[in-house]
């Protein structure tokens, strides 16, 4: 992994969801996470859709505190704040780039910490947004 790289959620969801049906998406998530862990971005909006989607959305959800625990321990990688100024930005980002409003967040809080590139599966890999390549670690 060169240069800084901001994860989704999905990234990170991945890399705790231990189903048989999930296996390589785990094994490369924790893969990503282990790499180079100082490349790596994430923001406020990953912190909260991680816990909401681990403790509610999970075929084997996570416990509250589990969960909770985990998200101490993203949040001692690099995070972006979601703030006014971003999100003006991201709504400008939503609509020429027409992505929902979450995407453009995301691409939005990228480029605010400098990265390369967004590691995502719900974006169009390959793509390059306001100077981010997206690209998806699962194909």
């Not at 890399?15 to 100082?38: G, M």
């Not at 509610?56 to 101490?72: D, M, Q, T, Y």
């Not at 321990?73 to 979601?82: E, F, M, N, P, T």
């Not at 480029?111 to 590691?119: K, M, Q, T, W």
Request: negative net charge; proline residues 4%.
């Amino acid at each position: 992994m060169s240069g800084r790289a901001f994860l989704d959620s999905n990234v990170l969801v991945y890399s705790v969801d231990e189903s048989p049906a999930e296996k390589a998406k785990h094994e490369r998530a924790v893969e990503l996470l282990s790499a180079q862990p100082e490349s790596l971005v994430v923001s406020t909006q990953v912190l909260q859709e991680f816990y909401v989607v681990t403790t509610r959305k999970l075929k084997s959800p996570l416990s509250e505190e589990v969960a909770a625990r985990a998200v101490r321990g993203i949040a001692k990688l690099d995070v972006v704040s979601v703030d006014v100024p971003l999100v003006l930005s991201a709504v400008d980002t939503s609509r020429t780039a027409q992505l929902s409003l979450w995407d453009a967040l995301i691409i939005e809080a990228a480029s605010r910490a400098g990265c390369e590139r967004v590691l995502s599966e719900d974006l169009n890999t390959g793509q390059v947004i306001r100077g981010v390549r997206i690209e998806n670690p699962f194909t």
